[in-house]
């Protein structure tokens, strides 16, 4: 199984409304595999390019990687709202902590 397989079977998965465990226990060893938190400097660049046609599995994926959500929403065509609402019903669950410049 490849990369691309692998990416595929993960985003038929989050499509799925509500995961078994052994959904839960297959999208985490598959995204285990791919390494999320190494993605090259090439890759990151080459998923940001695609702009609005990036994949679910691709954002969570530049998430997990520590991408800034800025950089992300601004790939996507997005402002910083639309892309919160997004994350919200991708699942993801969003931090309100405010940084202490915000104060």
Do not use: W
């Amino acid at each position: 199984m490849d990369a691309l397989d692998m990416y595929e079977e993960i985003e038929a998965l989050q499509q799925e409304p509500k995961l078994t465990v052994e959904q839960e226990e297959r999208m985490k060893e598959l995204q285990s595999k791919l390494c999320y938190g190494k993605l090259s400097g090439e890759k990151l660049n080459r998923i940001l390019s695609k702009g609005q046609d990036m994949k679910q599995s691709e954002v969570l994926m530049l998430l997990d990687a520590s991408v800034r959500k800025d950089q992300i929403s601004k790939a996507l065509g997005m402002n910083k709202h639309e892309f919160r609402e997004y994350l919200r019903n991708i699942g993801v669950k969003i931090s309100t902590r405010k940084s202490s410049k915000d104060a």
